[in-house]
DNA sequence: ACTAATTAAATATCTAGTTAGTTAATAACG
DNA sequence: CGTTATTAACTAACTAGATATTTAATTAGT
């Protein structure tokens, strides 16, 4: 009783875990088919309900995938032993990673802010407040150490995540732009984008803006 | 021939367009509903099709609405006699006006980043590039007036309308939040994040940031 | 009288989820 | 070791409900 998983299954869960990722961040929630996932995991329909319970199912469980692991990372963050400067650099290069480490991330998330959050469980809106949370305790320890002013959390962490979104999922659109000729609309690496969005958080809590 | 249409019927299309206007906001293109948007217009569904051509057709004239009023109005700021700091500002103001004018501009704009713009025409995409390439212009204007520093026009766009979208997007939810004793997650109202943004921007242009 | 505005009902297509059955890996047993 | 029983992994075909769009007929303004 209680067999391991063969190795073949796992395989076959992980294709359709990232095709449907694939899918629900190329046409939302409902413009996704069930039928085209599975086709682009090269298995038939029926695989989604045995490996998920049902499209919901398999739609939260990316998005679990995604704040928890954008939610630990933060928590790492903060308990490291460093300045809190670093640490708010950190908090954005971490935000940063988990999202290029999945090329749905800024879509999903874009639509989800769209939508307000309507397709997240209570356990992964918690691990979403988790990471506000944990930038209100870095922006305090500034605080307490003298180097920071305080500033809301919300209002910062909207400042940090909604530009590296844009301009994450922007990313491949404005690359096609420039090769089309746009010139103001030049193809900005993520790695230019996170140096900008680290200076203009600090700016923003060590009161240099007003 | 060609008779003026009756007042009856502007009213009519016009509760169509804002009720669609709302369905898509709230569902995005593919979970719109044409029946639920007649419903909610309280007209038949088949007036859809005989004020507007298809479900298609209807959300391509609310996305034009839209970025025709931002474009029109920074092309306004942008020829308007004042400082480039005070263009960047009534940039920023303009287009959170046209946004709050249209309580479905942020959820339909922030789906659009999310699809890559697949359902903007050739013309509105170019009203949205103007957008750009004014910003563009007020920043190469400042850099004349020996007030900015040289910055690419995309990265500050991306500044400031996502933070602005996201900000306005997520305000109900976070004063839902707020309601359910959400601490960190307050009520910002959209002046305080205009007043935020717009501080942001000049900070950025005149280089208080690296 | 003419036609713009409106409706009810039909149509045609799509799609999430189910079912009933097949294949193949593996564990247990002789 | 080889055979068989068990069940995980998988498929093809079906069902039931939804949904965009059309059609044909009706109402009402000018």
Redesign the interface.
């Known amino acids: 009783m209680a067999r391991p998983p063969r190795s073949a299954s796992v395989d076959s869960r992980r294709r359709l875990f990232e095709a449907a990722a694939a899918e629900f ?7 996704a088919n069930v039928d085209r996932i599975a086709r682009a995991a090269r298995l038939n329909k029926a695989m989604i309900y045995y490996h998920f319970k049902s499209k919901a199912a398999l739609y939260r469980e990316i998005l679990r995938d995604m704040f928890t692991a954008v939610g630990t990372r933060v928590a790492d963050v903060a308990a490291a032993s460093c300045t809190p400067e670093d640490k708010v650099r950190a908090f954005v290069e971490a935000i940063a990673a988990e999202a290029e480490a999945r090329p749905h991330f ?3 998330w ?2 989800e ?5 309507g397709h997240l469980d209570a356990a992964t809106l918690n691990y979403a ?1 988790a990471v ?2 944990t930038l ?1 305790r870095i922006i305090e320890e500034g605080c307490r150490a003298g180097r920071f002013k305080p500033a ?4 910062v962490h ?2 940090i ?3 590296l ?3 994450l ?2 990313a ?3 690359r096609k ?1 420039q090769r089309a000729g ?1 010139a ?3 193809d ?1 690496p993520p790695k ?2 996170v140096a ?1 969005i680290q ?2 958080t ?3 809590l060590e009161g ?3």
Chains 1, 2 share one sequence.
């Open positions: 961040a190329a046409r939302g929630y409902a413009g800024p879509p999903i874009l639509r802010i769209a939508e307000g959050g407040r506000v949370a209100g809301q959390p919300m209002l909207g400042g995540i909604a530009p979104m844009f301009f999922a922007t491949r659109v404005r732009m746009a103001g609309v030049a900005i230019v984008v900008h200076r203009l600090l700016a923003v240099r803006i007003a």
